[in-house]
């Protein structure tokens, strides 16, 4: 048999990768058949679809100022409810409700974004730590240890303080300074597989390593991570405010949640909307998104203790 024969014919030699895509199918119906998670899943998806289409068919510039109508409270503490600014106006007159949405657009673009670099650099570093083990498995683990004795705030402040912070440095940084927990759980789980049968099988009939890695043992490393990093979007989320706060975030005139919130805490006791705004949207994705999560490991610990 020629290698690229025993390529194609690798999933048919291998029940342990079908078993482990089948847990993961299992895990995903059994975590949507949960209200729990269908609520979160609603309240995720109608955020996500107004920050997405609510700035551009509103036609409101987020940046504009409006000085004439700085201050506005929201409607609803008055006596009539009125579209014209729906949560108020900040201290130079910016619709709160705009700039709240695009806020959510801007932090669930990087909490995405930075746990897929998280997946890809932390399952990668440890699928080969743990299938080829070895000098490869002590430098990346020594590594890997390297990377978790520095928390990564202090990290992220140091990198983004003496450079610009714009979005894509921002998700380069937060993802280089999560993925080793990837790579832990990564190489556990490929280390107790390396030697099965299957592997051992498809070795032989000359299959190669990055087929054997990819159609092979990714699919069993999916379903213990695939809880995690739905979690750490919401973390990475909050990481992304904090540094916006701090002023390491994405830059203004453009908003977030952090930057918001910062120039909100000076008018909270007559302006409490400013800084308030976006804490409720924030509180609300991040809920929405553990709901999620939550129901996920649920799920994954259900199964996982049903499978002998």
Do not use: H
């Not at 106006?89 to 673009?109: A, E, F, K, N």
């Not at 202090?154 to 610009?164: D, E, F, H, K």
């Amino acid at each position: 048999m020629s290698v690229a024969e025993a390529n194609l014919d690798l999933k048919a030699t291998a029940p342990e990768a079908q078993r482990g895509a089948s847990l993961s199918r299992r895990i995903w119906k059994a975590a949507l058949a949960s209200n729990e998670f269908r609520v979160g899943l609603v309240i995720f998806a109608v955020l996500g679809l107004a920050a997405l289409l609510y700035p551009a068919l509103s036609g409101i510039d987020p940046t504009k100022m409006n000085v004439a109508g700085r201050l506005q409270s929201p409607p609803f503490l008055g006596d009539k409810w009125s579209w014209a600014a729906p949560l108020g106006t900040d201290q130079i007159g910016r619709d709160m409700l705009v700039r709240s949405l695009v806020g959510l657009r801007y932090s669930l673009l990087i909490g995405l974004s930075t746990v897929v670099v998280m997946l890809i650099i932390g399952c990668s570093l440890g699928t080969l730590a743990g299938y080829y083990g070895g000098r490869i498995d002590m430098v990346i683990m020594r590594i890997t240890d390297a990377q978790l004795s520095i928390p990564m705030i202090i990290l992220a402040i140091t990198v983004l303080g003496v450079s610009r912070p714009t979005i894509p440095a921002i998700i380069l940084v937060l993802g280089l300074s999560s993925w080793p927990v990837y790579a832990r759980v990564t190489r556990s789980v490929v280390m107790t597989e390396r030697k099965s049968e299957y592997v051992r099988a498809a070795q032989v009939s000359g299959a190669s390593d990055f087929r054997i890695m990819v159609w092979l043992l990714a699919p069993l490393v999916l379903p213990p991570i695939i809880f995690v990093s739905v979690l750490d979007v919401a973390r990475m989320m909050i990481f992304e405010s904090i540094l916006g706060f701090i002023g390491l975030g994405v830059q203004p005139p453009t908003p977030t949640f952090g930057n918001i919130i910062a120039d909100g805490r000076k008018y909270l006791l007559n302006a409490w909307w400013i800084a308030t705004m976006p804490g409720v949207f924030l509180c609300l994705t991040l809920t929405s998104i553990n709901l999620m999560g939550a129901s996920f490991e649920r799920a994954r610990n259900r199964i996982y203790g049903g499978v002998s």
